[in-house]
């Protein structure tokens, strides 16, 4: 069973993290990895940060001057990875997720935002395995389907609703 740590981190002070939230992330990575038969061990980043950041790094990274709700940063291409040279992990990239943003679309949709923080994880690793929603209508119809098929298997689907149980 390949090994897989994720780094998380909370840069803002916006929005106050659930108890659970950073195991969540954890399982929805892992679950990305499985979903797609990854075998190798892996390391990926996770930031929380609020709008005014996410907003200076879409700007710097994708010339949009406006705030997002994630950004990924993968750092592979082709299924080509840089290796930790000390575990001989590849590294997947960086998730950046805003919290004010996630908060607030949690509310239009009508779910927790346990449900949007997990969705936008599961988008983004999706994003740093490769898929891209922008290319194509049928990539973006695939991902979708791949996106709520991982969120169903983890309990967190459109349909359902997710409890600190």
């Known amino acids: ?10 840069d803002q002070k ?3 993290i659930p108890v659970g939230l950073r195991l969540l992330v954890r399982k929805c990575c892992a679950a990305v990895l499985s979903y797609e038969h990854f075998e190798n ?7 929380f940060v609020n709008n005014k950041q996410i907003r200076q790094l879409n700007r710097q990274f994708r010339n949009k001057d406006k705030p997002t709700d994630v950004l990924s940063f993968p750092l592979g291409e082709n299924g080509q990875y840089d290796i930790d040279q000390e575990t001989g992990a ?18 239009t949709y009508g779910h927790s935002l346990e449900r949007e923080v997990g969705f936008l994880t599961v988008h983004s690793m999706l994003h740093l395995l490769g898929y891209d ?14 996106e709520e098929a991982i969120l169903t298997a ?12």
């Not at 590294?91 to 679309?105: C, R």
């Not at 990539?139 to 389907?145: K, V």
């Open 41 to 47: 061990d892996a390391e990926v980043s996770v930031s």
């Open 90 to 107: 590849l590294l997947l990239g960086d998730v950046v997720i805003s919290m004010e943003t996630a908060v607030k679309q949690a509310k």
């Open 154 to 165: 983890l309990g967190i689907s459109r349909d359902m609703t997710f409890t600190n149980g």
């Open 133 to 146: 929603h922008v290319t194509s209508a049928l990539d973006a119809a695939n991902m979708h389907e791949k």
């Open 14 to 16: 916006d929005v106050r």
């Open 1 to 10: 069973m390949p090994k897989l740590k994720v780094y998380i981190r909370n």
